[in-house]
């Protein structure tokens, strides 16, 4: 287990501790937490904490690497004589052409494949409609998930088709506050994916981690749900319930055929699309769920290896993955 700040383990929390709230309906608030999902929170908590912490440092590094290649290309125009000097600014001048040539040509190469995609793709849907269950700040995680999955779907080389339902209130609010979100090709629903997809309906199959039915294959007519809800141990089975209740199949990915968890198997929605995604492209579910699921979710088998090592490695996958995440969120905003 990595070290605290202070040098010690995670923080524990106690019975006296009060559990995390959210904004939830007036008709009733959400379950207490256990004492174990307490823990569980206040290790998320100082994980989170830390990755803040190194998320600023990389920023000030980032900001000192422009800084240093500025004066770097100052210093080589004052030094060089003014023939010498116009040709530097003309080869710069021109490689800035190319690179707006070659985005502008990734963007078209982009909307013909999601266009595409609307035709004979993989219908993928987020389920918008549990808004009212999550505060300010869960809602903005979502909003960050759907933003991480269009621009992953983006770059596919077949992408699926992407629905986002019950897209109103708060949710919609959020969402339209992205620049560029109505330029989006992607399928905007206010209404449920029922009413949306009503001629569907004997071909939805809601994914959660709570149906007895294990996923072993996609197929193209079928239409995949997933449920757009943050922070699920609040609200466990309510993705089954609601597929029931409308009487509708459930389905959960393999996970357990292929790793093992270090707690439940319930997945954010940009790890859930990321991997349908992969599995379209592979085939394959378990180079799937590795290429996607981070170390820290996996169990750790291998006991030759010690905890700094683990630790270490865990560290680099996910600064890789919020890397990652990162370009692919600039590159919507750039996009847009």
Partial sequence: MPESPDGGAPPQTTDAENPKTAVGKPSG???????NARKKLAKQQWFEAKKAEKKAALKEQRR????????????SLAN?????????????????????????????EKRERLSLAREVGQNVVVDLQFSHLMNPN?????V??????????????SPARLWLTGCEGEMESALKRIPGFDKWIIEKENRSYVEALSDKKEDLVYLTADSETVLEELDLKKVYIIGGLVDRNRWKGITLKKAQEQGIQTAKLPI???MKMSSSQVLTVNQVV???????????????????????KRCQSDSEKNAEDKAEEENEQDDELTASKKKCVEEVLSNS
Avoid at 29 to 35: E, F, M, Q, R, Y
Avoid at 275 to 296: G, H, N, Y
Wanted: glycine share 2%; charged share 40%; net charge positive.
């Fill in 256 to 258: 357990a055929n292929f």
């Fill in 64 to 75: 000192r690497e422009v800084e240093r290649k500025r004066k770097e290309w100052e210093e």
């Fill in 80 to 108: 060089v004589h003014e023939e010498e000097r116009a040709k530097l600014l003309e080869s710069r001048r021109i490689l800035r052409k190319e690179r707006m040539e070659k985005r502008s040509q990734e963007k078209e």
């Fill in 274 to 296: 990321e991997i349908l995604l992969k599995f379209l492209e592979t085939r394959d579910w378990k180079t799937s769920f590795f290429a996607v699921i981070p170390q820290r």
């Fill in 144 to 157: 960050q998930q759907i933003m991480y999955c269009y621009a992953v779907n983006g770059r596919c080389v």
């Fill in 29 to 35: 608030d959400p379950p207490a937490l256990s004492k």
């Fill in 138 to 142: 869960e809602i903005h995680s979502l």
